[in-house]
């Protein structure tokens, strides 16, 4: 044990703050980051994203803070409006793939056959890279948003899922379970009341931590054009739109937008890593 | 190590199999239509009786499972079919595009492998420091940058604002393939590799660092620090060695990350590799060519998995004594 908590608490460390608080103030700030984006994509009216040819092309000013585009749409508001479509978009996607990766992983604990079915789908769906699946179901489902979610929920859940059965593997063998397992309960019963609650800690930083890569992955499935149709105020959209007035030297078209959606992913990635820090402090405050 | 290598080459074909009844099914299912995509604009000029024909001739009045064993059937025998855009066997272009691509992939992936590696050691031998800190902030937001975006901003910075290199392709525009010298074809290569590589460092770093971190507070070098050796010679004797090995398999690992990143790089630069083909493929309904590469990618990535099995069964002696306990 000593050897463990040396392994993991270097000595080094200085100890003028709390890991523990700050992560906890970082994860809210992050949180209401978030919220502040999602409630001002709400309340922002679609005024901007009037097509107005006597505002075109302009760079940006404190009129319009993103600058214009060739249609006279203010950026700004096409970079919020597309941001908090991908939020939801992210949210849907992120929330179905966690909900497979949970029931597939409790295959685990049920049923031995289903369970290797479930490793091979697992293997399967790792051996082909991301793009390629997300392109192949985007292509078999004819694009459009409904297109996106499905294909972003049936290629993130892999990953949480091993997570969560390394994590049933480690519970199944403890004593508290085989005891249970004596006085007759049922595996299902077990699932139920002994292993899914030891999950939710980690489902819910891997529901966060699924949201980022969503939300990147999204943007660039609908940069390749396999995503969302043009007509959505999508990133993107808007970065592949302005891929064709690279040489205009028009760069508030591209910038602007790509530095808010990288933004919003750091922020999710932070937000999910601190929140492992308060939820699983021994495994997340290693890094 | 000859079981090693059978078990794997078993696991890679059922791997293909499933797979490849995977992605007929997906695609089968689609919307699109074949005929409409081998014909194009000009569905409207054959008649119901033509277009049977074709139907036939391809075999797409046959059900479903009879299809796709034919389709087996004929890759097994190394015909992959002709590609609907290209007019071309899909075996062709897919070794055309490879090559391309095999290039840009390469050169980023061992200047993505060498500078993570020295910036996650940098950061782990440092940790706490503010060296550390821009380094693994550096990584953490890498790790959230779209690739392509990336590639924008550079095509914007050095492409069409400083006017130092290209803004495209992997060759001059209006060239033939012949006159095209090595210094062009390294200048039309620079912002995509930069793209590729610079993004790629992230997760080599981070991972290094944490392991690094990991082996600095084990007891064996609180031992050698004790005896008195300190940076590099102990990074050079006791760190490297237990450091390298997963960090080079990780990278070896990786090879679907980077087939993702050279999809979207490739897309950015219109430079004709792999990834630019099948996106116009899934674009265009070319499902030839569609199906064609997404088998090669997955022999690709398991190539990139069984390297990094590989180096542990043959350089680390710990597995070895393991395999025999098996």
Redesign the interface.
Same mark, same amino acid.
């Given at each position: 044990m000593t050897?463990l908590i040396?392994?993991y608490l270097?000595?080094?460390?200085?100890e003028k703050y709390n890991r523990r608080k700050r992560a906890l103030a970082t994860s809210i700030i992050g949180a209401l980051i978030l919220l502040a984006l999602v409630i001002s994509g709400f309340f922002i009216g679609t005024d901007g994203l009037v097509v107005n040819f006597e505002a075109a092309n302009n760079a940006p000013s404190l009129q319009h803070p993103f600058g214009t585009d060739w249609l006279g749409r203010d950026m700004f508001v096409r970079t919020v409006k597309g941001l908090t479509l991908s939020f939801w978009v992210g949210l849907l996607a992120a929330f179905i793939s966690a909900l497979i990766a949970l029931l597939l992983s409790l295959l685990l604990v049920l049923n031995k056959t289903l369970d290797s079915l479930v490793t #091979?789908l697992i293997?399967?769906f @790792?051996?082909?890279?991301?793009?390629?699946t997300l392109?192949?179901?985007s +292509?078999?489902l004819?694009g459009g948003l409904k297109g996106v979610v499905i294909a972003l929920a049936l290629t993130h859940w892999p990953r949480l899922a091993r997570l969560l059965r390394a994590e049933i593997m480690q519970i199944k063998n403890t004593e508290y379970i085989t005891v249970s397992r004596n006085m007759g309960k049922s595996w299902y019963w077990i699932a139920r009341h002994h292993i899914l609650p030891h999950l939710i800690p980690q489902l819910i930083i891997g529901f966060i931590l699924t949201f980022?890569h969503a939300i990147?992955h999204e943007?660039?499935i609908t940069?390749?054009?396999?995503g969302l149709s043009s007509d959505k105020p999508a990133i993107g959209v808007i970065?592949s739109e302005?891929?064709g007035y690279?040489?205009s #030297?028009m760069?508030w078209l591209? @910038?602007f937008p790509?530095l808010m959606?990288?933004l919003m992913?750091?922020v +999710?990635?932070?937000l999910g890593r601190n929140l492992r820090k308060v939820f699983d402090p021994f495994k997340g405050q290693?890094? | 190590m000859i079981k090693f290598i059978l078990r794997k080459t078993g696991k890679l074909a059922s791997l293909l199999i499933a797979i490849s009844l995977l992605s007929f099914i997906l695609v089968s299912n689609s919307p699109e239509d074949p005929v409409q995509s081998y014909i194009g604009a000009e569905i409207s000029r054959i008649s119901p009786e033509q277009r049977k024909n074709i139907e036939e001739y391809w075999g797409l009045n046959r059900s479903k499972p009879e299809q796709y064993l034919l389709w087996v059937k004929a890759v097994f025998q190394g015909n992959l079919g002709e590609s609907l855009i290209y007019r071309k066997p899909v075996s062709e272009i897919i070794l055309e595009r490879f090559s391309a691509s095999i290039v840009l992939m390469g050169i980023s992936w061992l200047l993505s492998g060498v500078f993570g590696f020295l910036l996650g050691i940098l950061a782990g031998m440092n940790e706490g420091s503010i060296l550390d800190r821009f380094i693994k902030s550096y990584s953490f937001i890498m790790a959230s940058t779209p690739a392509f975006w990336f590639g924008l901003l550079l095509l914007m910075v050095f492409a069409a604002w400083l006017n130092w290199f290209p803004v495209g392709l992997a060759s001059p525009a209006g060239s033939l393939a012949g006159e095209v010298s090595l210094i062009d074809k390294l200048k039309h290569l620079v912002l995509p590799v930069a793209t590729l590589s610079i993004g790629g460092v992230a997760s080599i770093a981070l991972h290094t660092r944490e392991k690094i971190i990991e082996v600095l507070n084990s007891e064996f070098i609180r031992f050698a620090k004790a005896k008195g050796e300190r940076g590099i010679k102990l990074f050079w004797r006791h760190g490297l060695r237990n450091i390298s090995l997963p960090a080079i398999s990780l990278h070896f690992a990786s090879f679907g990350e980077l087939f993702g990143g050279a999809v979207l790089t490739e897309q950015v630069f219109s430079y004709p590799g792999l990834g630019q083909a099948i996106v116009k493929a899934g674009l265009g309904g070319d499902v030839p060519l569609l199906l064609g590469i997404t088998l090669f990618s997955v022999v690709f990535i398991f190539v990139g998995n069984f390297m990094a099995d590989l180096l542990y069964v043959v350089i680390d002696p710990r597995m070895k004594i393991k395999q025999t306990h098996d």
């Open positions: 050897e040396s392994k270097p000595l080094k460390r200085s #091979g293997d399967l @790792l051996a082909l890279p991301h793009i390629v392109i192949l179901i +292509f078999m004819g980022p990147l943007a660039s940069f390749l054009g396999f970065l302005a891929m690279l040489s #030297g760069w591209a @910038l790509g959606l990288l992913v750091a +999710f990635d932070s290693k890094g | -």
